[in-house]
């Protein structure tokens, strides 16, 4: 059921948003300021392509160990992140799952958007797991 429904989200618009998200992490990777920041773009475009089937999980319980992503520093390049896209870019993927979750058939489109939504507030200091 995964397949299918990867499948289904791929095709109507997942390539748009992993290449779209691909294309974030490459700019920012081109700017030596956004580095840091072009990993966790890269992240959300491996997840925003084929969503079903993982989830969103905080790296230092998924490792059991802290790094520099899932401590202070992190918070404070997740609070630059929030304010300087995180928020429009959740605001966009919410708005995109209040109209699929309208019919019956989008609702687990929706769920994924959520999802989307969530990480893409604040990515650093996440990882990307297999349920």
Do not use: C
Request: positive net charge; charged residues 10%.
């Amino acid at each position: 059921m995964r397949l299918l429904l990867n499948l289904l989200w791929f095709v109507f618009g997942g390539w748009l948003s992993g290449l779209l998200w691909m294309l974030s992490g490459v700019l920012l990777a081109i700017t030596v300021v956004g580095l840091p920041w072009a990993f966790a773009a890269f992240r959300i475009a491996g997840f925003s392509a084929w969503p079903f089937g993982r989830q969103v999980a905080a790296r230092d319980l998924h490792t059991g160990r802290e790094d520099l992503g899932t401590g202070g520093v992190g918070f404070l390049m997740n609070v630059v992140w929030f304010i300087l896209g995180g928020w429009y870019l959740a605001l966009s993927h919410l708005m995109l799952a209040v109209a699929q979750a309208v019919t019956i058939i989008g609702i687990p489109f929706a769920v994924q958007n959520v999802k989307l939504a969530i990480i893409s507030l604040a990515p650093v200091g996440k990882t990307v797991v297999e349920v």
